[in-house]
């Protein structure tokens, strides 16, 4: 499967971004999809997993709370839409998917995409 991050910018702290992730080339719901993101010399984190109906959602505590994890199968589209951003926040995005179960390690992911740049200014 192919996966294409976009919605990425430059936002204000406080203010909300909505990452999006669109996805060709497989059938999109047998999929468990994910948000990971990497700063510059610096392991991938998990940011949020949801399950292929959507009905299972995970989040790291650090955007529990503020950061929301949909799908919408019929477009073979992921979102992650953050609110309440941190400076803390910014870094690369990236979006993955995984034919396995939901997974907070990237390891359990077998497909990603090209990142995307989230910049907060404090």
């Known amino acids: 499967v192919q996966l294409q991050a976009s919605g990425g910018g430059l936002v204000e702290a406080g203010g909300s971004l909505r990452l999006s992730c669109a996805a060709s080339?497989?059938?999109?719901?047998?999929?468990?999809m994910g948000w990971f993101r990497q700063a510059p010399g610096k392991e991938r984190e998990f940011v949020a997993t949801?399950?292929?109906?959507?009905?299972?959602?995970y989040y790291a505590e650090l955007v529990k709370g503020r950061f929301t994890i949909s799908r919408e199968n019929a477009k073979n589209t992921v979102y992650l839409q953050m609110n309440s951003l941190k400076p803390e926040d910014t870094t690369v995005y990236y979006c993955?998917?995984?034919?396995?179960?939901?997974?907070?390690?990237?390891?359990?992911?077998?497909?990603w995409g090209q990142g995307t740049l989230v910049t907060v200014s404090s």
């Open positions: 080339g497989r059938t999109f719901s047998n999929y468990v």
């Open positions: 949801i399950s292929w109906s959507g009905d299972s959602r």
């Open positions: 993955a998917a995984s034919r396995g179960y939901t997974s907070s390690y990237s390891r359990q992911y077998n497909y």
